[in-house]
Antibody
Framework: EVQLVESGGGLVQPGGSLRLSCAASTFTFSSYWMSWVRQAPGKGLEWVANINEDGSERYYVDSVKGRFTISRDNAKNSLYLQMNSLRAEDTAVYYC????????????WGQGTLVTVSS | QSALTQPASVSGSPGQSITISCTGTSSDVGSYNLVSWFQQHPGKAPKLMIYEGSKRPPGVSNRFSGSKSGNTASLTISGLQAEDEADYYCCSYAGSSTYVFGTGTKVTVL
């Protein structure tokens, strides 16, 4: 069964940085687009960023452009999200998600990691 | 990149059918046949229920169906069951490898 396990969440002060990781297993990681999707407490889902199979293409939602960087290490089967200049509104559970491979959607999700931006 | 519009809540009795709408624009829902629907139970990760507007992934009950007309997509749940009580989100491809989610709908089984 496909497994996606996020880590790296925690409490950080406004203006600070945090790096999230997503460890993938039981599938050929290098063959799939990957995404980060977040959900603020009590709020809806928001697509944050995605990256293509070899990392040469990266896309972001406008609200994180210039602050967040998505990356991947196919040798380590890992996805990352470097988050800089964090704001209170970045507080959310961050999910790692794998695109389906047959359509522009996600059929596997991690359990999420909570990022709290507060002083 | 404005969120797609969904009703905040929809309710129905067991066995009934309910429909959740998802309204976007000609830049997202209206331009692509790439609307997905996700079910999310409290404290859990989202689960894919419908993709490409009307297709069901393996293992998803045929009580769930999707459609689209113009800038509005819809999810219908037939034969409503207690386990269907959850939050539901639509999501559309928005061009240039970006996506936009809906505002979410809480489904209550009366």
């Amino acid at each position: 069964e496909v497994q996606l396990v996020e880590s790296g969440g925690g409490l950080v002060q406004p203006g600070g940085s945090l790096r999230l990781s997503c460890a993938a297993s039981t599938f050929t990681f290098s063959s799939y687009w990957m995404s980060w999707v977040r959900q603020a407490p009590g709020k809806g889902l928001e697509w944050v960023a995605n990256i293509n199979e070899d990392g040469s293409e990266r896309y972001y939602v406008d609200s994180v452009k210039g602050r967040f960087t998505i990356s991947r290490d196919n040798a380590k089967n890992s996805l990352y999200l470097q988050m800089n200049s964090l704001r209170a509104e970045d507080t959310a559970v961050y999910y790692c998600a794998r695109e389906s491979g047959y359509s522009s959607t996600w059929n596997y999700w991690g359990q999420g990691t909570l990022v709290t931006v507060s002083s | 990149q404005s969120a797609l519009t969904q009703p905040a809540s929809v309710s129905g009795s067991p066995g009934q059918s309910i429909t959740i709408s998802c309204t976007g624009t000609s830049s997202d829902v209206g331009s692509y046949n790439l609307v997905s629907w996700f079910q999310q139970h409290p404290g859990k990760a989202p689960k894919l229920m419908i993709y490409e507007g009307s297709k069901r992934p393996p293992g998803v009950s045929n009580r769930f169906s999707g459609s689209k007309s113009g800038n509005t997509a819809s999810l219908t749940i037939s034969g409503l069951q207690a386990e269907d009580e959850a939050d539901y989100y639509c999501c559309s491809y928005a061009g240039s490898s970006t996506y936009v989610f809906g505002t979410g709908t809480k489904v209550t089984v009366l």
